[in-house]
């Protein structure tokens, strides 16, 4: 297959109009030695065989009725996000550098940001980052930035990945990462207010953490704040926004997170939607793009990126960070997610609540240990004897239950996180429950 | 076209949404006390009519490569071909959950793991991680890699050099990591000045990033020498690969002397930009530079793929789990298509693309590197009649229907308009594209009024920037 529009002939009446006689002539510049070189790759093939070459490679993936959330989850898009994205208009645009004629995606990710500011209680929000965990790094970077203190404390209860993206950024920016335990399931707050001193840039808790706690974030930003530290809340699973109280609400300075529960699917783990929101007085500081409200010249309403002097293309070394192309497309989606669904993501996340305490109900009756009794979102933990066995033998039932905590917390062996959303009905917990009384 | 711009909260009214949330039929077994929940929930009220004419309204208010010729310098806005997107709308592979990937999909480990060995196969380089979520992202994880690299055979280097034509993103990827930014100036050929880059070297220089071919659209003639000198003081050779799509398939990246670099799958491998992402910018290293790549690595066995994290020397973690599966299932889709023959052609015919403009252009504007270029090339405002600007150049080109190229970038040339036509336009919208140029340059002479009020035609007039920035509005206030 090939989408080269030129023939043969064009090409060569191209070359004769450059003074060469055929397009190698245009590649002098490359050592010949070096020039040419066989490469080793797959015979091409037209569109069909591809995309049935394809199909058959997704089909060895296997389909089954997934319980499993810790970081990305299974939500219901609506028809019309796909409809709506697949636009080419859109898809099909770069960065609005020419805001005349991108007034679509200036718009859309000024609502995006719009709605982050809302769901999260903050003042600014920015255009996207790459994901919950690279948000949450870059949040890190800006809290250091801006405290110009040396230190951070993360919560043990923050997602274990994201803790590793954390480990990763504050190891290449010399930055002292300091972990904070967990007691019953959420941050051992004791703990914090014992380790916490005048040199900490920020305290860094999820909610709902990564065993779905819902920490006390109002007792993490006083505590933060007392030290003079930032007070930073990350998330995981977005749809919490439409129950919990927000953040912001709750004091947190800066709210970062994972937006792929709005309008974009688990996708084996990307692209995914990095939201990253902060007070109005870090405004200068965040980092990426973002859209600002103006004016045309005949006065009318337009959008355009805006504050543009943080960023790596004016400013290089001295950028805020070095964020370029963010995650456009998944903010739009999410714009088109929350105008659909609006006010009803209370209830949408209502939903995703009691179908979780279902399932917990149901599990806690046939024996199984509820490892934290705390108040929970959609996600908790549950300690079944020989839960490896078990989860495997369900996977060969068609499910795929939670996802080992041992493997990150080696004192939680026989531990499973188990996520529950709009998207399991109360059949397939049912179901469920009768496969786990026969295995 | 004259439109009123508004923003979705302008159609709320109490009582429209009619989304029907499914009803779970039970009360909570342990509800969530009050005062964690929230006491409002404000975002809009509007019904399922309103969001589908209100996003087309403003997709139609959008300019993107489906609409026409999209020529921005080094950002490669080639065609994207549908069945990328078809492949990526494959239930089979949106629906899958990342933490079960070895478990069920052993079908999405394979596309990434024979994607990584195809970009072997392509730039000559020993490994790839696919984690880096855009081409920056790929950047700072391979300047960690560097930084890695040092730290472990006990070297302290704390600087690397990067040529004043850089893309943005390089410094502040570098300094992201801790190093210090040395520029080297380019010579008046366009090159890297050697002799400033021999006078720059000693036991401090960690790297060199180049972009290759350079920003200028050029292919710098002493790449060997560089690649030479940078090793005998010990120093990597960073290629940053946004450019790569001049060279596919002409020659590997490893063959002349880099140690490691990105790719960026949204530019060469035809994967749609999003209007801002996402795009994927994997990382590829030589052998030496393996052990530090982020991880999970995807590894192979007995026809099983699997993740390893027993990397003792790697930077750690890059991204909350593998990077941007569905921008890699497009890119594997289209090299799957396109194969090495394909490839080449590719770069062949974008530098003809590029080398066909350029000649067209010359007589009408300044190119300041008179040489023959590769996928792009650099020419500018010098000499427009009247004080026309590269900004007036630019707007009035969104009135013939053209994206404008990029402007003011690089740096080293005043007023640059950097252009890139890609492989996939044809010799006809080329010779448009050229009219148009040479139109605005007569009205440069003739009607000068029209280029400084341009655009005229587009969905609005010129925007404000500077009253966006001294009064930020950055969400919507009723």
């Known amino acids: ?439 | 076209m004259v439109s009123t711009m508004q923003t979705i909260f302008s159609l709320h009214k109490k009582g429209k949404n009619k989304y029907t949330v499914p009803q779970f039929g039970e009360k909570s077994f342990d509800p969530i006390p009050e005062h964690l929940c929230r006491s409002k929930l404000d975002l809009v009220d509007v019904s399922e009519v309103d969001v589908v004419r209100h996003y087309r309204k403003l997709s139609s208010l959008n300019f993107g490569v489906d609409n026409g010729m999209y020529p921005l310098g080094s950002c490669t806005m080639k065609y994207n071909p549908k069945i990328n997107d078809a492949v990526a709308s494959l239930v089979q592979f949106t629906g899958q959950h990342p933490a079960t990937i070895e478990e069920l999909s052993q079908g999405a480990l394979q596309i990434m793991y024979e994607l990584s060995q195809m970009l072997c196969a392509i730039t000559g380089m020993k490994r790839f991680t696919l984690m880096p979520a855009a081409g920056a992202h790929g950047e700072l994880t391979g300047v960690m890699i560097i930084k890695k690299y040092f730290e472990i055979k006990g070297e302290r280097r704390n600087v690397i050099l990067i040529p004043d034509s850089a893309h943005g993103t390089n410094p502040a990827s570098v300094a992201m990591c801790g190093f210090t930014v040395k520029e080297i100036p380019s010579n008046s050929d366009g090159d890297v000045d050697i002799d400033a880059l021999r006078a720059a070297m000693d036991e401090n220089v960690a790297a060199m990033m180049l972009t290759c071919p350079n920003t200028l659209g050029l292919f710098d003639r002493n790449i060997i020498t560089i690649a030479e000198i940078l090793h005998t003081h010990g120093a990597l050779f960073y290629c940053d690969g946004a450019n790569l799509n001049a060279i596919v398939g002409k020659v590997r990246p490893a063959d002349l002397g880099f140690d490691i670099m990105h790719v960026n799958l949204h530019k060469t491998f035809s994967t749609p930009h999003g209007g801002g992402g996402p795009g994927s910018g994997p990382i590829g290293v030589v052998e030496t530079l393996s052990p530090f790549m982020p991880v999970p690595v995807i590894e192979k066995k007995d026809a099983q793929y699997y993740l390893e994290y027993n990397r003792p020397q790697s930077i750690g973690r890059v991204h909350s789990f593998y990077g941007n599966f569905l921008i890699m299932l497009r890119a594997y889709t289209y090299i799957r298509m396109l194969g090495a023959s394909g490839l080449k052609q590719v770069a062949e015919h974008a530098v003809v693309n590029a080398n066909y403009l350029r000649v067209k252009l010359q007589t009408h504007f300044n190119l300041p590197y008179k040489r023959i270029c590769m996928h792009e090339f650099v020419i500018n405002d010098e000499g427009m009649p009247g004080g026309i600007t590269t900004n007036e150049i630019a707007k009035r080109l969104l009135d013939y229907g053209f994206h404008a190229p990029t402007v003011y970038f690089p740096l080293i040339v005043h007023g640059a308009i950097m252009v890139e036509p890609t492989e996939t336009e044809h010799k006809e919208t080329l010779d448009a594209f050229v009219d148009a140029m040479v139109a605005i340059k007569n009205e440069a002479h003739t009607n000068p009024e029209v280029l400084k009020a341009a655009p005229l035609t587009t969905p609005v007039r010129k925007v404000d920037a500077v009253l966006a920035a001294r009064k930020p509005v950055l969400q919507w206030e009723e």
């Open chain 1, 1 to 439: 297959m090939s989408f080269l529009p030129n023939s043969d002939d064009d090409i060569r009446l191209m070359c004769k109009e450059i003074g060469v006689d055929s397009p190698e002539d245009l590649f002098v510049d490359i050592p010949s030695r070096v020039k040419n070189p066989g490469i080793e790759l797959p015979s091409p093939l037209s569109e069909q065989e591809a995309f049935h070459s394809i199909v058959r490679i997704g089909n060895t993936n296997r389909r089954v009725c997934s319980l499993v959330g810790g970081g990305v989850y299974n939500h219901y898009v609506p028809a019309v996000v796909d409809h709506l994205s697949s636009r080419s208009e859109f898809y099909t645009a770069y960065t609005p550098y020419q805001p005349e004629v991108s007034q679509g995606t200036l718009a859309a990710i000024f609502e995006f940001q719009t709605y982050m500011c809302r769901l999260t209680g903050m003042d600014v929000a920015n255009a996207s980052m790459y994901d919950g965990a690279t948000a949450l790094a870059e949040s890190m970077l800006m809290a250091v930035r801006t405290t110009k203190k040396n230190t951070v404390l993360c919560s043990a209860a923050v997602h274990p990945h994201y803790r590793q993206v954390l480990a990763t950024y504050a190891w290449a920016s010399d930055i002292v990462l300091q972990i904070v335990p967990y007691k019953n399931g959420s941050t051992n707050y004791d703990e914090l207010s014992h380790i916490l001193h005048n040199d900490v840039a920020c305290v860094i808790v999820q909610s709902p953490n990564f065993f779905g706690v819902i920490e006390d974030i109002a007792k993490a930003a006083q505590i933060a704040h007392e030290h003079k530290a930032l007070c930073i809340v990350t998330f995981t699973e977005a749809m919490s926004l439409g129950l919990l109280e927000s953040p912001g609400q709750l004091g947190a300075d800066i709210v970062c997170g994972e937006g792929q529960s709005l309008g974009n699917y688990p996708a084996c783990g990307g692209p995914l939607l990095g939201i990253l929101a902060c007070r109005k007085e870090f405004m200068r500081t965040i980092p990426g793009r973002l859209i600002g409200k103006t004016v045309d010249q005949e006065g009318r309403e337009a959008y355009v990126m805006t504050l543009q002097t943080r960023e790596q293309h004016i400013r290089r070394e001295r950028a805020t960070s070095n964020i370029c192309t963010n995650e456009g497309l998944c903010a739009l989606r999410a714009s088109m997610y929350l105008s659909l669904v609006g006010n009803k993501l209370l209830e949408l996340a209502t939903v995703n609540h009691t179908a979780a305490s279902y399932c917990l109900e149901k599990l806690v009756a046939l024996g199984y240990e509820r490892v934290f009794d705390a108040p929970f979102f959609n996600e908790f933990v549950i300690k079944i004897n020989n839960a490896k066995d078990v989860r495997n033998k369900l996977m060969d039932n068609g499910y795929a239950l939670g996802i080992p905590l041992d493997t990150y917390y080696p004192e939680m062996s026989d531990c499973l996180l188990i996520a529950v959303t709009e998207c399991t009905a109360k059949d397939d917990i049912d179901t469920l429950v009768t496969l786990l009384q026969t295995i």
